[in-house]
């Protein structure tokens, strides 16, 4: 048993991203965010579907195409595989903890 | 976008399953329990993985080996393909809203 809001990393400095569960094609990921932006360059761009929740906190996400996506404690959202993305903001007040599922 | 926490269905004589993602092999799903435990008779006994987590409220997953998980807000458990389950509690007071990721 673990608990998403328990035992986050201390060093605000960085992004964390630490595996769940990661099983053939499926991996499970909390990130933990400390105001970060990211890539600072470019975008990201996956070959796997990848579904992400903000658990706490606040997070923005952009797709190349200008949406923009502000999510908030509970919300949800599907990034297609190729869909070239990145975090805009997170809130550097408090820590923003994602829960991402990466999928083919 | 969709919140997880929001539009939570309105019957509360009833367990309620929704698909958020539905992806080969891969499905995501919400669980908004009001004090059922489930199921009534036997196990769960799925032939994929289950990783859960509680979101909001309280819910007891029981091992047919015994083992007990006491699951509140943010803890997580990784229900093994085979593995004989069961729900022997959740708040009747208030929704206990589950996230399940099912996996090969």
Do not use: C
Request: charged share 20%; hydrophobic share 40%; proline share 3%.
């Amino acid at each position: 048993m673990m608990n998403l809001f328990a035992n986050l990393p201390t060093d605000r400095t960085v992004e964390h991203f630490q595996d769940i569960v990661s099983q053939g094609n499926v991996r499970i990921e909390r990130i933990v965010s400390y105001g970060q932006q990211s890539p600072e360059q470019g975008w990201y761009d996956q070959s796997q579907q990848e579904w992400v929740m903000v658990l706490q906190g606040r997070g923005i996400v952009v797709f190349d195409d200008g949406r923009e996506f502000d999510l908030t404690a509970g919300d949800s959202l599907l990034v297609a595989a190729g869909q070239k993305h990145k975090v805009s903001y997170t809130d550097p007040a408090h820590a923003t903890i994602w829960l991402a599922v990466f999928f083919d």
